[in-house]
Every structure is written in structure tokens, then in C-alpha cells.
């Protein structure tokens, strides 16, 4: 399964709420402002790295990109493009937008 | 493969437009099809004709236009979210459809994935 | 159309009530969904929960109140509803607060749910 998180970890519990419910082995993409969960620094940063022991996590390069952070990509986060985004949503069986 | 996509929100306040767009293109890019992209919610300010956004800046309307011109998309409008908010169809974009919540459910049903994008 | 062809559809509601309009709008692509004949469940997370706690009295805001639609949803056999566990304790709620009948899991159980569905609707 695929889990689609948009927000900034900083402003909402969206990732939290995702990683609360996400199964060992799911995929997790980090879009908009979701990406800045993927950037070392960020008061995220732990919650990350321990997801990253159980879950496949991805971030949308264009969206890190357009926002300066690309060159602060944590370790061991996947980027993507987004024909790559696509490639995710086909190869799981189905996704959740955690709005 | 066949997407169906939801966009929740209205262009330029939020990315979600943005996205869905640059997924179905990346989509059909691929081979694959997009069976339908529903707007619900605010996302419905999507199928105005009167924008006139500035011009160094993108045209979403436009855009979702063309990409129902160039690849037969249907673009399905919620009539009820519409109503609600002043898109009707003599100021509806080509390209888009005013039809009910059923086009929804039936995207979910006939699509091989269903892609929700939002606030 | 989709003749015999029944998915596992979840509507997943983590936004409060009156707030934002998610919460009607996304009750009322759900009355639609029951008339086609799929395998509906709605679950609660998050701020979603405040959407079913009982005695919402709207007057004031002169905003319809939309509870009494969730009582409803009953008659249109939509009966599986989940509400997240971790979201009534962080709000000081419990199951007697809800105003229709619910089945209380966790997060994790809300997870494993959201694997075997066919199609996640997320308003």
C-alpha cells in the first residue's frame, strides 16, 4: 500500500497519523509540503529514520526541489519524479491521501 | 493501467491542482490512461472559464482544458459542490462536465487506482 | 455499467465538523456511494472523531446541523464504522460520546483495514 503525505510535519500530525497506521513493508510519499519531513535538521528528522527501519519512504524531488531542500535530503529517503510518483500509485495496490 | 483522480481543491491557494495535473501528465506520458479527473470541494473553482490569472504565471483552467482536448479526458464537475459555489455551466470551462456524485463512486469502481489529491 | 463488481471503498474522515465543510461533503458522497452496492466502511481518525460526538447544536452558526444524516446511514446499510482509538483518548472522548454505534480500533488496526481496501476516499 501506498501513503501519500502532504503536509509539513511541523504545522499538522499528518505524518504521524500515517506512520501510526502504516503496515511494516508500505510505501510512504512525501509531496507539497510533506517533503520537508525529509530534510535533515527538521525536529522530524528521529520519526523519520525510525519509520525508514519498517516502511519504504519517497519524496517528491520536484516539490523538494522547488522549495531550496534538495541539497538536505535525509539519508536513506528515496526521491522521485513524478513519473516515479506514478510508478508507485501502479505497482501498490491502493493508496490513502492523508489530506 | 486506468487513474481515476479526485482533486479537492481550488487552483492557486493550493498545490493539490498543481499535482493532479502533473500526475495525469506524467500518467499518460507513461501509456498509461486516466479514466477520469473528479473535482469536489473547492476543487470544482477549477472549471471557471473567468480566470485570468497574470501572465508570467501558469493557466491551470486552461491546462486541464487542454489535457481533456489532447487526451479525452473527462473532466467531471460535482454539481452539488458547484452549485454551492457559483460554477454553473454558462461560466464552465471547455472541457469540463457538470454531473453528479455517482461519476465518483463510478471512477472508484471502474479505475484500477483511485489518487486523491487535497488540503 | 460495473455489473456485479463489488470493491471494498473507505471513506476516511480526519477533519472536525463545521470548521471546514469536508465532513458534510464527504457524508454526502457517501449517501450516493450506498447506492451502489459496494463494500462501504467509513473510519474516523484524528479530528474526524468530533464529526460523530453526540449533540451538535448548530443554531448559533446558523450552519446546517448534518448529525442526524450519520444516524441515517444505518437504513442505507452502511454500518461499518471505525473510529481510531488514539484519537477519542487525545480528545477526552469515549465510544458513549459517539452518536451512532461504532467499532473502536487503533491506529495500527485502522492501518491493516486500509491494506485490504480496494479504494480509499480521503476528504
Not at chain 3, 53 to 78: C, M, S, W
Not at chain 3, 88 to 109: I, Q
Amino acid at each position: 500500500m501506498l501513503h501519500i503525505v502532504n503536509k509539513s510535519p511541523l504545522e499538522r500530525n499528518t505524518l504521524d497519523s500515517c506512520l501510526a497506521a502504516a503496515q511494516p513493508g508500505a510505501a510512504v510519499l512525501l509531496i507539497e509540503d510533506g517533503v520537508y519531513a525529509a530534510t535533515r535538521g527538521n525536529a522530524a528528522e528521529g520519526k523519520l529514520r525510525a519509520a525508514l527501519a519498517r516502511l519504504e519512504i519517497y519524496v517528491l524531488a520536484p516539490d523538494l526541489e522547488a522549495r531550496g531542500m534538495a541539497q538536505v535530503l535525509s539519508d536513506g529517503v528515496k526521491p522521485v519524479d513524478y513519473a516515479g510518483f506514478v510508478d508507485l500509485v501502479a505497482k501498490n495496490r491502493n493508496c490513502q491521501s492523508w489530506l | 493501467m486506468n487513474f481515476g483522480i479526485l482533486v479537492n481543491e481550488g487552483p492557486y491557494t493550493h498545490e493539490a491542482s498543481d499535482s493532479a495535473y502533473q500526475f495525469c501528465k506524467a500518467a499518460l506520458a507513461a501509456g498509461h490512461q486516466i479514466q477520469r479527473v473528479f473535482f469536489y470541494h473547492d476543487g470544482v473553482n477549477n472549471a471557471t472559464r473567468l480566470t485570468e490569472p497574470p501572465q508570467d504565471d501558469r493557466n491551470i483552467v486552461n491546462r486541464w482544458s487542454k489535457l481533456a482536448a489532447d487526451h479525452k479526458v473527462d473532466l467531471v464537475v460535482c454539481v452539488a459542490a458547484a452549485l454551492r459555489r457559483g460554477i454553473k455551466d454558462e461560466n464552465l470551462a471547455v472541457g469540463f462536465r457538470i454531473s453528479g456524485l455517482g461519476q465518483l463512486i463510478e471512477s472508484s469502481i471502474q479505475a484500477d487506482r483511485m489518487v486523491t489529491f487535497g488540503d | 455499467m460495473s455489473e456485479g463488481q463489488v470493491k471494498k471503498i473507505m471513506y476516511v474522515n480526519r477533519k472536525a465538523p463545521y470548521g471546514t465543510i469536508y465532513a458534510l461533503e464527504s457524508l454526502e458522497v457517501v449517501l450516493i456511494a450506498a447506492a451502489f452496492d459496494q463494500d462501504v466502511s467509513l473510519v474516523f481518525m484524528d479530528d474526524g472523531v468530533y464529526q460523530l460526538k453526540k449533540g451538535h447544536q448548530t443554531k448559533g452558526i446558523e450552519v446546517k446541523n448534518f448529525q442526524p444524516t450519520y444516524r441515517a446511514l444505518d437504513d442505507y446499510d452502511i454500518n461499518k464504522l471505525y473510529v481510531e482509538k488514539e484519537a477519542l483518548e487525545a480528545r477526552g472522548l469515549s465510544e458513549d460520546d459517539m452518536c451512532v454505534p461504532v467499532e473502536v480500533k487503533t491506529a495500527a488496526e485502522i492501518g491493516k483495514l486500509m491494506d485490504e481496501q480496494d479504494v480509499l476516499l480521503s476528504f
